[in-house]
């Protein structure tokens, strides 16, 4: 069955870094594109990161242009989110999702999530 583990996150000072990964299983990964949410509480999920199936092209909003990248590994069927800089406004539950056409729908698969706290 489709799954997608993320894992990185922690407690981080205002400057830090950190790097997450999610590793999926299940489908073929290197086929489809790979985003990256977040969700603090309260507010609504925002779009942080997505990539192509090759890692051709990525995108990102303005508030994490610059400071996070995203990647993936194929061979590994893993995608990553380097992030640099934090800000207390990073703040969140950090997924990543695909979308996958199963019984001639679109379906969203989500991991369990990972918390990232920027906090002095």
């Known amino acids: 069955q489709v799954q997608l583990v993320d894992s990185g996150g922690g407690l981080v000072q205002p400057g830090g870094s950190l790097r997450l990964s999610c590793a999926a299983s299940?489908?073929?990964?290197?086929?489809?594109?790979v985003n990256w949410y977040r969700q603090a509480p309260g507010k609504q999920r925002e779009l942080v990161a997505i990539?192509?199936?090759?890692?051709?092209?990525?995108n990102y909003p303005d508030s994490v242009k610059g400071r996070f990248t995203i990647s993936r590994d194929n061979a590994k069927n893993t995608a990553y989110l380097q992030m640099k800089n934090l800000k207390p406004e990073d703040t969140a539950l950090y997924y990543c999702?695909?979308?996958?056409?199963?019984?001639?729908?679109?379906?969203?698969?989500r991991g369990q999530g990972t918390q990232v706290t920027v906090s002095s």
């Open positions: 299940g489908f073929t990964f290197s086929s489809v594109p």
């Open positions: 990539i192509s199936p090759t890692a051709y092209s990525t």
């Open positions: 999702v695909v979308l996958l056409y199963v019984d001639s729908e679109y379906r969203e698969y």
